[in-house]
C-alpha cells in the first residue's frame, strides 16, 4: 500500500508519565514492508511503551506515527484493523477455552462468524492447540497460552504483527518452537514482524534489522551484521589487580588499539586482530609493574553490540527480567485465589 | 483489505457474551451474589415481624394491621422488605460490573480487546448489558424466594410483574455504567473494593428499601428523594404489592428513564476518552 515501501514511519515519539518520567524521548525510525525488526533495549528502556503507542494503546505526548499507512492519532480504528499484537502478558480469558478465546478476538475484529470459523480453526492447527481448543485456558501452560496470544495476534490476518518479548519465560524447546512459528508466519503471509526481545543470539539470528533503545533513546539502527562491524573489532577484556590507577592512557599507547573502556578494575579494549594486540598490551602493563588478573578475547556478538551501546550486560537485564517475572507469577496466583 | 462486519452490534454481542460465560460456568458467583439478599430476606426480614411486636402489647390484630398499613402502605413488613431486596440485587451486581473492569485491565484482557478496532463505547456497554442479564435473573430467583417466603401476593400481575422489571432493567443501567465509570482509569481493585463498600450501605439505607422515607430525617428524605434506587422500590410497591407510592409511577419511571439515559450517555462518552491512558 505505501510507495515508499516504509510500513511504520515514526517521528520524534515521545511519552511521559506524570509529566516528569520520560519513558520515550523523541524516537524516529522507520521499519520496512516484510522484514522481521527487532527492538533490542535493557528494562525500563521504553519497548513497550513504544510498542503500546503504536499499537493504539497509549497516546503520545508528542510526535507522531504512522503504521500501514495511518496516523496513529487521528486513524486509531483503521491502525488496529490493520495490525495483529502478541502481548508480553497472557491476556486470554482463562475462563474461556482456547477456541472461545480465538472466536471472541475475531468477532472484536468484526470478523464474520462464518468466515471466523474456519480460520479459528485454521489457526489452531498453526499454532498446534487443536488437541486442547475446548479446554480452559487456565489449563494451558506458559507455551499453550504464548501460542494462544499468537493464535489471536494473527486471526485478522494482519499486515503487521507486533510481537512483545514472544519468548519471554519459556523454557528453550518452546522458544525455538515459537521462533519457528514466526519465521513460517513471516514466509507464508508475507508478514512485517516488529518484536521486542532480550535474547540476543535470537534477535541475531531472527531480525533483519534491529534497533538498540535505551533511556527511551534510540540508539542504534542496522542489521546485525552491520551493528557487529559498528564495533570495530574484537573485545580485549583485561582485569587488573591494582584498580585505584587509571591505566587507559598506557593501553591506548599500543598501536592497533581503538578504545578503552574502564569498568571499575575491568578494561574494555577495542582492537582490531585482537589475539595479536593483547599480547603487546600485557606486555606494556606488566612493565609498569601492574598485574593482569584475567584476560578474555572476544570476536563481536549482539551481545557486544547490546554492551557497547546501552553500557549493560545481560546478565544485569536477565537479573531484572527474573525479578520481574516473578512478580507477574505472583500477580496471577493472588488473582486464582 | 478484507470485507468485516464493524458494527457496534457485533463486538457489543461478543463482549456481552463473553462475561455471560464466564457467569453461568461459575455458578457460585451466582450463589455468592444471591446469599446476601437471601440473609436479609431470610433473617431480617422474618425476624423484624412488627405484627408480632404490635400484637404482644395487646393491640387487636386489626388495629395493628391498620396502624402498619398506615406506615409502610402494606399489611405485613416482610412484603415491603421484599420489594426493597429487588433492588438491593441489581446494587449489589452492578457494584460488581465495575469491579471486573479492573480486573480486565489489571490482567491485560482489557488492552488486548482496546487493540481491537471494536468500539469503545461496546466495551463498557458490554459489560452493562451483561450486568442487566445478571441482576435480572437474580432478581427473578429473588421474588420466587420471597414468594416462598410469605411474601402477600394479593395483587401480584403479569403486567405487575413486567412493570417491575423494566424498573429494574432501567436502574441496572444506570447504577452499572456509574460503577463502570467508576473504575474506567483504575487498576487498583483494592480502591475499588473500598469505594463498593463505601457506597454500599449509603445507597441501600439513603433510600426507601427498608425503611420509608416518612419517618426519615429531612436531610436524608432529600437523599432518599434522588436515590434511583427509591424510585425503582417504588414502583415495585405499586405494582406488586398494590401500596401506595411516594410519588405517582408516571413520575417514578420519567426519573428512571432519565437516570438510565443519562448515565448511559456520560459511561459512552467517557470511555471514549478515558479508557486509552
Given amino acids: 500500500m505505501q510507495s515508499d515501501g516504509y510500513i511504520i514511519k515514526v517521528d520524534g515519539l515521545s511519552k511521559s508519565f506524570n509529566g516528569k518520567l520520560k519513558a520515550v524521548d523523541s524516537l524516529s525510525f522507520d521499519v520496512r514492508e516484510r522484514e522481521i525488526f527487532g527492538f533490542l533495549g535493557p528494562n525500563g528502556a521504553g519497548k513497550t511503551t513504544t510498542i503500546k503507542m503504536l499499537t493504539t494503546l497509549l497516546k503520545p505526548t508528542s510526535g507522531s506515527a504512522e503504521v500501514c499507512g495511518y496516523d496513529i492519532n487521528s486513524n486509531a480504528n483503521d491502525v488496529r484493523a490493520a495490525i495483529g499484537i502478541v502481548p508480553q502478558e497472557y491476556t486470554a480469558d482463562e475462563d474461556l477455552t482456547g477456541y472461545q478465546n480465538i472466536r471472541f478476538c475475531a468477532d472484536l475484529y468484526g470478523i464474520p462468524r462464518t468466515v471466523s470459523k474456519d480460520r479459528t480453526k485454521e489457526l489452531l492447527d498453526l499454532v498446534g492447540l487443536q488437541e486442547s481448543a475446548g479446554r480452559k485456558v487456565q489449563t494451558y501452560s506458559g507455551g499453550m497460552r504464548r501460542r494462544l496470544e499468537i493464535a489471536c495476534g494473527l486471526i485478522n490476518h494482519p499486515r503487521l504483527l507486533f510481537l512483545d518479548e514472544p519468548t519471554l519465560g519459556l523454557d528453550v524447546q518452546t522458544r525455538t518452537a515459537v521462533w519457528d512459528y514466526i519465521k513460517k508466519l513471516k514466509l507464508d503471509y508475507g508478514m512485517t514482524l516488529f518484536m521486542t526481545t532480550h535474547y540476543l543470539e535470537e534477535a541475531d539470528g531472527v531480525c533483519d534489522r534491529i534497533a538498540i533503545i535505551d533511556h527511551g533513546k534510540l540508539v542504534k539502527v542496522g542489521a546485525p551484521a552491520e551493528l557487529k562491524a559498528g564495533l570495530g573489532g574484537d573485545i580485549i577484556e583485561l582485569g587488573i589487580r591494582e584498580d585505584s590507577d587509571d591505566l587507559t592512557p598506557l593501553i591506548m599507547q599500543s598501536k592497533s588499539v581503538k578504545g578503552v573502556k574502564k569498568i571499575g578494575s575491568t578494561y574494555r579494549i577495542k582492537a582490531e586482530l585482537g589475539e595479536e594486540a593483547a599480547p603487546d598490551i600485557i606486555e606494556a602493563i606488566r612493565s609498569k609493574g601492574y598485574h593482569v588478573t584475567r584476560i578474555s578475547v572476544t570476536k563481536p556478538s549482539m551481545d557486544q553490540v547490546y554492551l557497547e551501546y546501552t553500557g549493560r550486560t545481560l546478565r544485569d537485564a536477565e537479573a531484572e527480567r527474573a525479578d520481574m517475572f516473578g512478580q507477574r507469577v505472583t500477580l496471577r496466583r493472588a488473582r486464582s485465589r | ?277
Avoid at chain 2, 210 to 215: Q, S, Y
Fill in chain 2, 1 to 277: 483489505m478484507e470485507k468485516t462486519d464493524t458494527s457496534v452490534i457485533h463486538g457489543l454481542w461478543a463482549l456481552t457474551n463473553r462475561e455471560l460465560i464466564k457467569w453461568y460456568r461459575t455458578p457460585v458467583l451466582l450463589f455468592m451474589t444471591l446469599i446476601q439478599p437471601v440473609i436479609w430476606l431470610g433473617l431480617f426480614g422474618q425476624a423484624m415481624n412488627f405484627s408480632k411486636f404490635f400484637g404482644s402489647s395487646g393491640l387487636p390484630s386489626a388495629e395493628v394491621g391498620a396502624l402498619l398499613k398506615g406506615v409502610f402502605g402494606v399489611s405485613d413488613y416482610f412484603s415491603y422488605m421484599a420489594v426493597g431486596m429487588l433492588t438491593f440485587v441489581i446494587l449489589f451486581t452492578a457494584m460488581f460490573s465495575g469491579m471486573s473492569i479492573v480486573w480486565d485491565r489489571r490482567f491485560g484482557f482489557l488492552d488486548k480487546v482496546l487493540s481491537t478496532p471494536v468500539s469503545r463505547g461496546a466495551i463498557v456497554m458490554g459489560k452493562v448489558f451483561s450486568s442487566v442479564v445478571r441482576s435480572l435473573i437474580q432478581a427473578s430467583i429473588v421474588l420466587v424466594l420471597a414468594v416462598l417466603l410469605g411474601m402477600d401476593t394479593g395483587s401480584i400481575t403479569a403486567a405487575g410483574v413486567a412493570g417491575t422489571f423494566l424498573a429494574l432493567f432501567l436502574l441496572t443501567i444506570g447504577l452499572s455504567t456509574f460503577f463502570l465509570m467508576l473504575a474506567l482509569r483504575s487498576n487498583d481493585w483494592q480502591t475499588q473494593q473500598a469505594i463498593m463498600n463505601l457506597l454500599n450501605l449509603p445507597l441501600l439505607f439513603g433510600s426507601n428499601a427498608l425503611f420509608p422515607l416518612t419517618a426519615m430525617p429531612p436531610w436524608l428524605q432529600d437523599f432518599v428523594r434522588i436515590n434511583p434506587i427509591s424510585y425503582t422500590t417504588d414502583i415495585g410497591r405499586q405494582l406488586l404489592l398494590g401500596a401506595p407510592g411516594f410519588a405517582p409511577l408516571g413520575f417514578d419511571f420519567l426519573f428512571l428513564i432519565g437516570f438510565s439515559v443519562l448515565f448511559s450517555t456520560v459511561g459512552i462518552v467517557m470511555s471514549w476518552k478515558l479508557l486509552t491512558k
